[in-house]
């Protein structure tokens, strides 16, 4: 009798856990293809794209801690454990140690158990390049689903095309003079981290709410080959910087960005 009492309690927590996993694969947004993966377009004034992003919310919950596989097969798909939970989250989880993320989800497991503060699946420990039985540094911040409003981005224009397009060209010293006073603001130059972009298309990368993950994240892009730049925004009247990068001309390229971790990519159309 005993026996059949403890199984049936483990497969009752078993199937809740389950439910729960299930509830918020659902809440996350489906991929709908290389062009509008990632992010729901909004009508807005043109020149002017609103869409519908996760966003880092430090605020809600936020935690670097060790983390933990036992090295045994889990279900449930890719998701973390932490004692002070109370409601499952939908999350992106980062390992310090070699820079890969993930996005998953986020329950509450018992503070009594043995082991480092952080439980992960086997799927969060294969996408975070966790060994089993290794201890290692982890970043876990809540993700919500927000409307945020940006800007087209800009790309340079090149000089020599602009002088070829122009059939009314000035006198070239008073070309050399105009070009030696030409200010030169803050905002044109690349953020830490960033490169020039150079071609479209683009592609976001996500929206950060810490400065310093996003300027993270254009330098892994730069070192991959991809040009890269960070721009801040307003999103529900806090700062948040947004990662663009290109030129991603094919679903190669696309699926080049999203090897490196950001597996929220996405292809900007009007940009």
Not at 58 to 75: A, H, K, Q, Y
Not at 209 to 230: C, H, I, Q, W, Y
Not at 231 to 251: C, F, H, K, L, Y
Request: hydrophobic share 45%; aromatic share 4%; glycine share 8%.
């Amino acid at each position: 009798m005993t026996g059949k009492t403890d199984g049936y309690g483990r497969g009752s927590r078993l199937s809740c856990a389950l439910c729960c996993a299930l509830l918020l694969a659902a809440c996350a947004p489906e991929r709908a293809g290389i062009e509008s993966d990632g992010a729901q377009a909004i009508a807005a004034a043109p020149g002017v794209l609103r869409t519908e992003q996760d966003v880092e919310r430090p605020d809600i919950f936020e935690v670097t801690d060790t983390g933990l596989w036992d090295g045994r097969p889990s279900l449930g798909g890719i998701w973390v454990a932490h004692p002070d939970v109370r409601d499952p989250e939908r999350v992106v989880i980062r390992n310090a140690t070699n820079g890969q993320s993930t996005v998953g989800a986020l329950f509450r497991r018992e503070r009594a158990n043995p082991g480092p503060v952080l439980q992960l699946s086997s799927d969060a420990a294969e996408e975070l390049g966790v060994l089993a039985g290794a201890p290692t540094d982890l970043n876990v911040v809540v993700l919500r689903r927000e409307e945020i409003v940006v800007a087209p981005v800009d790309l340079p224009v090149d000089p020599a095309v602009d002088a070829a397009a122009d059939t009314s060209v000035a006198p070239t010293a008073d070309i050399t003079t105009d070009a030696a006073v030409a200010p030169v603001t803050v905002a044109a130059l690349p953020p830490a981290g960033a490169t020039a972009l150079s071609a479209r298309p683009l592609a976001q990368i996500g929206v950060f709410s810490v400065r310093a993950n996003a300027d993270a994240a254009a330098a892994t892009l730069t070192t991959a080959g991809f040009g890269a730049s960070v721009t801040e925004i307003q999103s529900n009247s806090r700062s948040a910087w947004r990662v663009v990068a290109g030129p991603v001309p094919d679903p190669q390229a696309l699926a080049r960005v999203r090897a490196l971790g950001f597996v929220d990519a996405f292809v900007l159309a009007d940009e």
